[in-house]
């Protein structure tokens, strides 16, 4: 049997329409949590995204893969994480998992974050971490099922 998710390095071509749609999607996620009005989320995202990404796919520390179906090999989701060697060690940050709308709900999303896990062993990571938005609830128990825990927290109230 095939792996349920193999990753690819992100193509150019590949990298230039995600680069785009990620931006206002994380501007949109911005917005959604209440952290920035819509016009103050879009200018971070644009802002972020240049910082971390300075060179496209070759940013470094930068690994950008497009996410395949083990078995049939269409293009299902993207996932990006970042290696960081610090004193304290080697780790991984994810900045984004995204399975495609039209396949979720089928496992992949849990079959794309083992694959990013199995990654990031292989480039000698000892530990992963990410950043989910509060309003992201779905995303929350899918990291809570695969061994997550909270290492900080943010808080708001209206007044």
């Given at each position: ?10 193509t150019p071509e590949e990298y ?83 399975v495609v709308a039209g396949r ?15 990654a990031s062993r292989d480039l ?36």
């Amino acid at each position: 049997m095939a792996e349920r998710i193999r990753l690819r390095p992100m193509t150019p071509e590949e990298y230039a329409a995600y680069r785009a749609r990620s931006e206002h999607e994380y501007a949109a996620e911005m917005a959604a949590s209440g952290q920035l009005d819509a016009d103050a989320a879009a200018k971070r995202a644009a802002v972020q995204l240049a910082e971390l990404l300075p060179d496209g796919l070759s940013s470094p520390g930068m690994h950008l893969w497009t996410a395949l179906d083990g078995d049939t090999g269409d293009a299902v989701g993207v996932g990006w994480i970042e290696v960081r060697r610090r004193a304290a060690g080697v780790s991984a940050w994810i900045y984004d998992v995204e399975v495609v709308a039209g396949r979720r709900g089928e496992g992949l999303g849990r079959a794309l974050m083992d694959a990013l896990h199995e990654a990031s062993r292989d480039l000698g990571a000892t530990t992963i971490g990410l950043n989910v938005f509060g309003h992201n609830t779905t995303a929350m128990r899918l990291y809570d099922s695969l061994g997550y825990g909270v290492t900080a927290q943010q808080m708001k109230r209206d007044l």
